[in-house]
């Protein structure tokens, strides 16, 4: 199993921006599709994207690929989200996934490693 621990997350303005990264232990990401979602109180987990172990890039929503950029560092079995043009909507808390490399895409149920979170709120 890997262990996930998400980091970068805080109290922003709006227009600002963030890096979160998520850091593996235990095991390296590199076989691993990852993948950045986020959930508000009372709602379901909704994906953001997903990476392969390649770099290829599935988003939930392309209307994300504006703002958000998702990367990994393989050799560093981290991934990161940079967050640009923060909105008070963008508050969340930020979760990181490890799922299985043969599919790999941003929807919760393909993910089977999480970390903790990392809240993100975003203020007007």
């Known amino acids: 199993q890997v262990e996930l621990l998400e980091s970068g997350g805080g109290s922003m303005q709006a227009g600002g921006s963030l890096r979160l990264s998520c850091v593996a232990s235990?095991?390296?990401?590199?076989?691993?599709?990852m993948g950045w979602f986020r959930q508000t109180p009372g709602n379901e987990r909704e994906g953001i994207a997903a990476?392969?172990?390649?770099?290829?890039?599935?988003w939930s929503d392309d209307s994300l690929k504006g703002r958000f950029t998702i990367t990994r560092d393989n050799a560093k079995s981290t991934l990161y989200l940079e967050i640009n043009s923060l909105k008070p909507e963008d508050t969340a808390m930020y979760y990181c996934?490890?799922?299985?490399?043969?599919?790999?895409?941003?929807?919760?149920?393909?993910?089977?490693?999480w970390g903790k979170g990392t809240q993100v709120t975003v203020s007007s």
């Open positions: 996934a490890a799922g299985n490399p043969w599919s790999c895409s941003p929807s919760v149920r393909q993910f089977r490693d």
């Open positions: 235990r095991f390296p990401i590199t076989p691993h599709c």
């Open positions: 990476v392969t172990k390649g770099g290829a890039t599935t």
